[in-house]
């Protein structure tokens, strides 16, 4: 029996089983963001937005949009991909995962490749449903869908790694509750740091999810607070930080296997 | 003809400082039934876990069909089937997609044909839409089975696979062993239950405290397993074993009330009317009698007892 170098049916068939835990879930997974993202809109749209009218010439509504997107995208992220590495942890039921021809690659193509397809789903509906709130365009389609494929694979890689790490379900929560959220909302999701006083201004630069957000931003209206090459190195970055700690994970076997 | 399974030096030491595999050898053949037997705690599932890819060995070396395991995992992995003691399922799967899904897993292309004759050969079939957790705990059980061998493995282990399970299944499992061994399937299982060993196994290595501390042909090892012992409670307790019963293996126990006859089960006259017509003629009563086999854990005691004794 010839056996080849990538076990393609089975990256398929991870990334299949994750898909119908999904499509099992499909009501809550997709009602819940679209009230969420309702909800912003009514809150951060309507209350703040007659305040603010326009952020660097864009209309308050509108510029938060991508923040939005990206902070659905962060959390839906890694909240799918470490619950469906952890889950199997959890029941026992890794022991198949571990005894498979499969390596790191595949495992990882499964899970966090389901887990991006997830977001980016989820992604596009949230843009829907804002764009039924408020007029959007969108300056750099191509990029901007880039730009979303690529948040989502770095979050769900992220997530995947907390999924590893977590030993418990308080675990899982930690760092997207403690970490994630903070920084988010710190982050420019709703505001242009530009409104911040100076030494805000300088503190926020060292969060990496401003740099995220504001080359979100970027594809969508052309402008953002930070030059669009720094938020993609950032992005490229963080990205290659995750597939490392991932590689290095497998291969001491951290968390898996004794 | 390589080997089924062939360990070498294989030694597992946990993070915790607990040596559970103390440098084991052991070659499978092919299309044998190997039951491993041991103690808890002795590394049998340790044993199975490092060739399966789930524990990561300290030293040594595995080759399953002549494929080493780790330079070529994908190789050695599709050729096995593992079926672990505890009872994992994805409680939310159908029967039908977690076995379809586990042969994927193993890089096979689909086939509904095959998956069917394996839901039908495990009684599966008619439960195949139901989700996991509506099915019973046997039930479970077999569906585990099912998942092992949808890849059709060449090697399967099955880690004390009637734990816990009712007769019934236990018979199937039995049938089905066997049905997999008639195919060519090499089957390596552990118990705790010495009739299935008897029942199923061609040879039989017993594992303690990390050591394989002995390899047999079944028929070798069934053969010390058949000392039996009679147990005669007897009405008034005895100084010494009387003259009259010399030609009888006898001891003295419990004070002198009881009176205990060692005697081989293979043989065809084991004695036992005759020493008993005898105490009748010596007038000495008993109250009560019992036989009982040597179990396996008088095995392992002693072997594990005798092995202390040579390394003090």
């Not at chain 1, 309507?46 to 902070?71: D, Q, T």
């Not at chain 1, 760092?175 to 100076?198: K, R």
């Not at chain 2, 009637?162 to 499992?173: I, K, N, P, S, W």
Request: glycine residues 8%; proline residues 4%.
């Amino acid at each position: 029996m010839n056996v080849p170098g990538f076990n393609r049916r089975g990256a398929w068939a991870i990334y299949k089983f994750e898909m119908a835990r999904f499509r099992r879930t499909l009501l809550q997974s997709v009602v819940t963001p679209v009230i969420t993202t309702s909800l912003y809109f009514v809150v951060f749209g309507s209350a703040i937005g007659s305040r603010i009218s326009e952020v660097g010439g864009v209309a308050y509504g509108a510029f938060i949009v991508p923040g939005l997107m990206m902070l659905a995208l962060f959390t839906e992220s890694l909240s799918n991909a470490s619950f469906g590495i952890y889950f199997p942890k959890f029941t026992g039921t890794i022991y198949e995962l571990l005894s498979a021809p499969v390596s790191v690659l595949e495992i990882v193509l499964g899970y966090v490749g389901a887990a991006a397809s997830k977001s980016v789903i989820l992604g596009v509906i949230i843009l829907a449903t804002a764009s039924i709130f408020v007029p959007i365009r969108i300056l750099h389609p191509a990029l901007m869908a880039a730009y979303l494929l690529l948040i989502a694979c770095s979050f769900s890689l992220l997530g995947f790694i907390i999924g590893i790490w977590a030993n418990s379900f308080e675990q899982l929560q930690f760092i997207p509750m403690l970490v994630l959220t903070p920084l988010t909302f710190l982050g420019g999701a709703f505001y242009s740091i530009d409104m911040l006083p100076g030494v805000w201004r300088t503190v926020t630069l060292f969060n990496p999810v401003v740099y995220l957000i504001n080359g979100f931003r970027w594809t969508f209206y052309g402008a953002s607070d930070i030059g669009v090459g720094a938020s993609l190195s950032m992005t490229l970055g963080f990205f290659a930080l995750c597939l490392v700690v991932v590689g290095v994970t497998f291969r001491t076997g951290y968390r898996l296997k004794n | 003809m390589p080997a089924a399974l062939s360990i070498s030096n294989l030694t597992k030491t946990y993070a915790s400082g607990l040596h559970a595999l103390k440098s084991v050898d052991l070659e499978i053949r092919k299309g044998e039934i190997f039951a491993l037997l041991g103690p808890n705690g002795a590394g049998k599932t340790t044993l199975i876990s490092t060739v399966c890819g789930i524990v990561t060995p300290s030293a040594g070396r595995i080759c399953v069909d002549g494929h080493d395991a780790v330079r070529e995992f994908r190789a050695c992995r599709t050729k096995i089937g593992l079926v672990p003691q505890e009872l994992s399922t994805d409680t939310f799967e159908t029967v039908w997609a977690t076995v379809s899904f586990s042969r994927e897993l193993f890089g096979r292309p689909a086939n509904p044909a095959f998956l069917e004759k394996l839901l039908r050969d495990l009684s599966l079939w008619e439960r195949r839409k139901d989700r996991i957790m509506t099915l019973s705990g046997g039930m479970k059980r077999r569906v585990m089975i099912a998942k092992a061998l949808s890849h059709e493995p060449q090697l399967l282990f099955l880690d004390e696979p009637t734990a816990g399970v009712d007769v019934e299944l236990r018979r199937d499992m039995w049938g089905l062993v066997r049905g997999l061994r008639d195919s060519g399937v090499t089957i390596i299982l552990t118990t705790h239950y010495i009739d299935e060993a008897e029942e199923m196994a061609d040879r039989i290595g017993v594992i303690s405290r990390g050591e394989l501390i002995l390899v047999e042909d079944k028929h070798a090892l069934m053969k010390q397993l058949g000392k039996k012992q009679l147990t005669l409670h007897l009405q008034q307790p005895l100084m010494h074993t009387p003259a009259g019963l010399s030609e009888w293996r006898l001891a003295l126990a419990a004070g002198g009330t009881e009176l205990h006859f060692s005697f081989d089960a293979s043989e065809e006259r084991n004695g036992i009317p005759a020493l008993l017509r005898r105490m009748d003629e010596l007038g000495i009563g008993y109250k009560d009698l019992n036989t009982r086999q040597s179990s396996l854990e008088d095995i392992f005691v002693s072997l594990v007892s005798q092995r202390g004794q040579l390394r003090p």
